[in-house]
């Protein structure tokens, strides 16, 4: 069975600290994994990593890939208290991109 | 470029009742995702449609049910509902599906009273 574990599921962190989040997955095919961050509704895309992507960067965000471990690793770095929300992890299942979620981490930024 | 659009944004509705909830994808994006989310089991896939086919369908029951149109547009359906459907209702927009990025809309948030 296909799974995604998310950890930790929450965390507070003052702001300037770093925050690093993990996601192992086990699919029977893996394809990509992507990371989103959703603060009310909608989850935001922020990264796609692939066997060929395997270290992505975004002004603060990075993240990284292991496919031998499988596993991935979000950071955050001078946290802001904008970066609070829930960060999801997800990885398609099949070739038609059925995504299957982590269930989130929780990540409050406080002043 | 307009991002993906749902509606209603809210909706309430009482047991026995049905509802339909209308998700228009990013402009040239041909695959339509539905995911339901909820606090006790998070986002879980209901179905994929593919230029107005579906390809690939969640574990919900019948009552679930959605379509696409040739503008790629997608609808969703739920008769006879239950309280449990109570949940934020997600769609996605990608390009072709598969492995390419997918872009959520806003969510219409059904209470089932």
């Known amino acids: 069975e296909d799974k995604v574990v998310q950890s930790p599921l929450s965390l507070v962190v003052h702001e300037g600290d770093t925050v690093t989040l993990n996601c192992s997955y086990e699919?029977?095919?893996?394809?990509?994994l992507l990371w989103y961050k959703q603060e009310k509704k909608a989850p935001t895309f922020l990264f796609m990593l692939t066997s060929s992507g395997i270290e992505k960067k975004s002004g603060r965000l990075s993240s990284i890939l292991d496919k031998k471990e499988l596993f991935s690793i979000l950071n955050i770095t001078a946290t802001q208290t904008g970066d609070s929300a829930v960060y999801l992890c997800a990885v398609p299942t099949d070739s038609w991109g059925k995504l299957q979620f982590g269930a989130g981490t929780q990540v409050v930024v406080t002043p | 470029k307009a991002g993906v659009t749902q509606t209603p944004r809210y909706l309430i509705k009482t047991r026995g009742q049905q509802v339909t909830l209308s998700c228009s994808p990013i402009s040239g994006h041909r695959s339509v995702s539905w995911y339901q989310q909820t606090p006790g089991q998070g986002l879980q896939f209901l179905f994929e449609?593919?230029?107005?086919?579906?390809?690939n369908k969640g574990n919900f029951p019948g009552r679930f049910s959605g379509r696409q149109f040739s503008n790629s547009r997608s609808e969703m359906n739920v008769s006879t509902l239950e309280l449990g459907d109570s949940a934020l209702y997600l769609c996605?927009?990608?390009?072709?599906?598969?492995?390419?990025?997918?872009?959520f809309g806003q969510g219409t948030r059904l209470t089932v009273v």
């Open positions: 996605a927009s990608s390009l072709v599906g598969g492995i390419a990025e997918a872009f």
């Open positions: 449609y593919f230029s107005e086919t579906q390809r």
């Open positions: 699919v029977t095919n893996f394809r990509s």
